[in-house]
């Protein structure tokens, strides 16, 4: 129901909607669903008799919060207590938002504090460059992450994303922010070892992952179990936040956002897909294979984990991307001298990961093809995708030849992506955070 309420605020009606609730298990298969038509007259005094209370303006500007105590400590553990209490924390201990604190993240943009950017669904709450600056503040961000968390919001509240679908699902479904440009370099967003993982010496993936995922909670409203149906939550606390390895690339391949989405070459950009599973993949032989045998090999391994029914990958089938495949620059750099192009790995990857199609029945998954309208005639084997491009393949992980990690899409859809606005201070926010955290901005 907390789902249904979410929904219900996030299309503009009152919360007193009337609802016909009926348990879960009258929907599992065979089961029996003549309760439904025995509250006919629930449903018709619903719609007949149920007028909405008069309309209450919005309230913009929220009374400030006040914390009592003696000393900062006290009213820190008084804060994040507060914030838990109502369901406002991600569990972990948060840093207060002050008004002094959120005003130093607002000097990562030029636009007005109000300026608002969409409704973020299913509670529909409205995201403004305020809204974004409080989450960042929360997460322990700083001024010159507001610009890339701009951009990945501004992604995720495109129209034709869905999110408010996914927000709410019960698949673990969470976003995978890729960056490019310089701007990963200066800010430091890992693209290396451990990328998606705690990395004190890059920190600002994982700190714009946790904003991402306070506003995903705090403003869009998927609370575990309330809002959002995800049964097991997997990256539920800094999504995956992480830049290509733009050094790293072979000769001749171009950047992700430039192959994709044909920004020029060192342009900033967020590329975002929705994303329910990371998987690691060995990819190596044991020393006794050719060199082009271990790479038909390796790569026949990544396959093989791409090979899934994934239900979800029927929505959106022919134009929509199945995953992000992550390889490290030894890998890249390995294939490309054997002659392979991104193309021609894609390629490979699309025949090696098609499914026979006797499986696919066995798995009752041609029902499922109907029902996202994908036409027939269906392919034996089926491939998992549309066609090879579809496919994203990005360079980035530690420099070891070892493993590939295959982050498989929850809802098949276009990756969606957006420039990084960047404010006009933005040489001076990078060397004081360079200073203040000790790394080469150069």
């Known amino acids: 129901m907390g789902v249904v309420n979410n929904a219900v605020a996030g299309l503009g009606f009152a919360a007193d909607i009337p609802k016909v609730v009926f348990p879960i298990d009258m929907f599992l298969v065979e089961s029996d669903i003549s309760a439904v038509e025995k509250s006919f007259m629930q449903f018709a005094e619903g719609l007949t008799s149920w007028a909405p209370p ?129 701007v990963a370099r200066q800010i430091r967003i890992n693209h290396g070892f451990g990328l998606v993982g705690p990395d004190p010496k890059n920190p600002a993936g994982g700190i714009i992952g946790r904003s991402l995922r306070l506003l995903q909670q705090n403003v869009g409203g998927a609370m575990p179990g309330i809002g959002t149906m995800a049964m097991f939550g997997l990256m539920r606390y800094t999504n995956a936040v992480f830049a290509e390895d733009e050094d790293g690339l072979p000769e001749g391949w171009a950047p992700f956002n430039a192959e994709r989405f044909g920004y020029a070459p060192g342009t900033n950009s967020v590329a975002v897909n929705v994303c329910s599973s990371a998987s690691n993949i060995i990819r190596r032989g044991i020393g006794t294979e050719t060199l082009e045998a271990e790479a038909k090999a390796s790569l026949r391994r990544v396959a093989s984990y791409m090979r899934a ?134």
């Open 54 to 182: 008069p309309q209450n303006k919005v309230l913009k500007k929220p009374p400030r919060i006040q914390v009592p105590g003696d000393d900062y400590e006290t009213v820190y553990h008084q804060f994040n207590a507060l914030y838990t209490k109502r369901g406002w924390s991600d569990g972990l201990p948060l840093v207060p938002p002050t008004e002094k604190r959120v005003a130093w993240i607002l000097e990562g943009t030029d636009e007005s504090p109000d300026l608002e950017i969409g409704k973020f669904g299913p509670r529909g709450g409205i995201v403004t460059l305020e809204t974004l600056a409080v989450a960042l503040a929360m997460a322990g961000g700083r001024p010159e992450y507001l610009p890339v968390l701009d951009a990945a919001v501004r992604t995720i509240l495109q129209p034709a994303f869905g999110h408010a679908g996914w927000q709410s699902t019960s698949s673990s479904t969470f976003p995978a922010v890729v960056v490019n440009g310089p």
């Open 309 to 442: 029914m994934n239900i979800n990958s029927f929505e959106g089938w022919q134009q929509g991307t199945p995953g992000i495949l992550v390889m490290s620059r030894p890998i890249a750099r390995q294939l490309a001298g054997l002659g392979w192009t991104k193309q021609s790995i894609k390629e490979f990857l699309w025949q090696h990961s098609r499914i026979p199609f006797a499986e696919l029945e066995e798995a009752g998954l041609p029902d499922w093809l109907k029902r996202e309208k994908v036409p027939p005639p269906y392919d034996d084997p089926w491939p998992i995708t549309g066609r090879p491009e579809n496919i994203a393949l990005i360079v980035a992980g530690g420099t070891h030849p070892t493993h590939n990690m295959w982050m498989q899409t929850s809802m098949t859809q276009k990756i969606g992506h957006e420039p990084i606005r960047l404010p006009k201070k933005w040489d001076e926010l990078v060397k004081r955070g360079g200073q203040e955290l000790g790394y080469d901005t150069k």
